[in-house]
């Protein structure tokens, strides 16, 4: 089983409509796929999915302690279950590290060969350890500079948890503050030989970054864009990423922008089964081929 998560630090790229797209057409390909709605701030998968308000939610396993495989309820996409956002959270902050790490033993016992998470927006530790916890990290972005130069800083604040997290389990952290407080002393001016210079010093926390980087695989999916020229804007990311951050990224595709997408005949119609939406399952089946491809030499 897989855990895939969908994020990408800006608001409105098309995360939630990724993950849905990504879900169905894994599920129309004949796997089985429950799809997680973790968006604590705006969880909207119920409505992609063409269900009414849910009943049963996310909030229950954490304030009831419901078991997480009583949440999931099938949906009108046959292979495609779905675990509901909390549409009536007070409280938007998220999860704590502990609940986090639960979340996760629990989503691994549950009976799928892909579990898709709907991050949703931002950079809270919520979100980028559920990003670098996941076995498959896809980020979408759209074709503007806004929603690139947000992908961007996305992705320099998961290269930066990982580190913080591999100082703490390594017992690094107060010897790493001092090392970067000296860093004239150590002949050090830049993050990456920083990171040099206490893998030199400390082979444990080398060879973790080394194991925490190899589980790192970065899918970009470029969404809404409007003619093939703005095709290329992933590559050119994926290309920066790699560039400037060093972190594994390739661009899994692109997904064109649909103005009728959202004229389905009826709410209860899944947002991707309707005929305008034909274009949009074409590209994200060929976003969701392009992964799989990917992992397939990967453990
Ligand atoms: N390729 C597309 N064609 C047409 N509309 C799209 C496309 N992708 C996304 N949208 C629409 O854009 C809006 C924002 O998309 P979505 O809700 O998926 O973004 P998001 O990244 O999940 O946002 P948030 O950060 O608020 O959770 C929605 O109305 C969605 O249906
Ligand atoms: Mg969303």
Not at 55 to 78: H, M, N, S, Y
Not at 82 to 101: E, H, M, R
Not at 102 to 122: E, M, N, S, W, Y
């Amino acid at each position: 089983m897989r855990i895939w998560a969908v994020g990408g630090g800006k608001g409105g790229t098309g995360k939630s409509l990724v993950s849905h797209g990504l879900g169905a057409r894994l599920a129309d390909r004949g796997a089985s796929v429950i799809l997680v709605d973790a968006d604590f701030g705006g969880p909207n998968q119920h409505t992609y999915c063409g269900l009414r308000k849910p009943e049963r939610t996310l909030g229950q396993f954490f304030d009831e302690k419901v078991p997480l495989a009583d949440l999931v309820v099938e949906t009108r996409i046959q292979g495609l279950r779905l675990v509901s956002g909390n549409v009536n959270a007070q409280n938007t902050d998220g999860i704590t590290f502990a609940q986090k790490a639960k979340l996760f033993r629990h989503l691994r016992k549950l009976p799928a060969d892909h579990v898709i998470l709907d991050l949703g927006a931002g950079t809270s530790y919520d979100v980028l350890d559920s990003f670098l916890e996941a076995d498959v990290q896809v980020c979408v972005i759209a074709p503007d500079a806004l929603a690139i130069e947000n992908v961007y800083l996305f992705l320099k604040n998961v290269k930066y948890r990982q580190m913080t997290r591999v100082l703490s389990e390594t017992g690094l952290r107060d010897r790493a503050r001092e090392v970067w407080k000296h860093r004239t002393d150590h002949g050090i001016a830049t993050v990456d030989q920083f990171l040099d210079h206490l893998r030199a010093g400390h082979p444990e926390f080398a060879e973790r970054m080394d194991g925490a980087r190899a589980r790192l695989s970065i899918q970009l999916v470029l969404n809404q864009i409007r003619d093939m020229g703005q095709a290329e804007v992933g590559v050119a990311v994926s290309g920066a990423i790699q560039r400037f951050l060093g972190l594994p990224a390739v661009c899994a595709g692109h997904v064109r922008h649909e103005k009728d997408l959202w004229r389905r005949p009826n709410p209860d119609t899944p947002v991707l089964h309707h005929g305008a939406a034909f274009t949009l399952r074409q590209d994200l089946d060929a976003v969701a081929g392009a992964i799989l491809a990917a992992r397939a030499d990967q453990p």
